[in-house]
T-cell receptor, first 113, second 114 residues
Framework: GAVVSQHPSWVICKSGTSVKIECRSLDFQATTMFWYRQFPKQSLMLMATSNEGSKATYEQGVEKDKFLINHASLTLSTLTVTSAHPEDSSFYICSARDRGEQFFGPGTRLTVL | AQSVTQLDSQVPVFEEAPVELRCNYS??????LFWYVQYPNQGLQLLLK??????LVKGINGFEAEFNKSQTSFHLRKPSVHISDTAEYFCAVSASNNFNKFYFGSGTKLNVKP
């Protein structure tokens, strides 16, 4: 099946700094990618839909100025957590669709100190 | 909107025993249903999916699931588990008219003991 990668796999940062997470479709082109967030022992929650060449669509309750999404090419979407705080610590997972099936990245664990 | 409940956060089972992981969903519209598996430090891998047709769906690695509309359930089963089945399992639902939006359960950790 198709492969989606994420980088970094884990990151630790200080409160107030910004962190960028990359999501790449390795062997297919993805005009649409999706960003999820997962708290410990909780569901994956869809944060936003990333559209190549246009603005992302955010789910209700997700701050678009806090979580900046850029989908500059057909194989890369980035999520930037701006001015991160400890409550932003979470597991972030991206996915992309290829021929009707969703493929998920391995996730990025963000810890904000 | 849709929602998914996985009642069991952890399921311990001995090798070669059968297992059932429970999933119930809520939706006001028709749905598609999925089971994903996540091994440590890896992405989610699709085990099986129900889109339409036969309510008994067979997936990879010997897993199967049955869609029960009246009970709004989509339980995952395997007749004989292996040590290698130890992983986290997620049930997910999407509205059939909005395939982009997935709603996930909180996951069930299957722990297969020798």
């Amino acid at each position: 099946g198709a492969v989606v990668s994420q980088h970094p796999s884990w990151v630790i940062c200080k409160s107030g700094t910004s962190v960028k997470i990359e999501c790449r479709s390795l062997d297919f082109q993805a005009t649409t990618m999706f960003w999820y967030r997962q708290f410990p022992k909780q569901s994956l929650m869809l944060m936003a839909t990333s559209n190549e060449g246009s603005k992302a669509t955010y789910e209700q309750g997700v701050e678009k100025d806090k979580f900046l999404i850029n989908h500059a090419s057909l194989t890369l979407s980035t999520l930037t957590v701006t001015s991160a705080h400890p409550e932003d610590s979470s597991f972030y997972i991206c996915s992309a669709r290829d021929r009707g099936e969703q493929f998920f990245g391995p996730g990025t664990r963000l810890t904000v100190l | 909107a849709q929602s998914v409940t996985q009642l069991d956060s952890q399921v311990p089972v001995f090798e070669e025993a059968p297992v059932e992981l429970r999933c119930n969903y809520s939706s006001s519209v028709s749905v598609y249903l999925f089971w994903y598996v996540q091994y440590p430090n890896q992405g989610l891998q699709l085990l099986l999916k129900y889109l339409s047709g036969s309510t008994l769906v067979k997936g990879i690695n010997g897993f199967e699931a049955e869609f029960n509309k009246s009970q709004t359930s989509f339980h995952l089963r395997k007749p004989s588990v292996h040590i290698s089945d130890t992983a986290e399992y997620f049930c997910a639902v999407s509205a059939s008219n909005n395939f982009n939006k997935f709603y996930f359960g909180s996951g069930t950790k299957l722990n297969v003991k020798p």
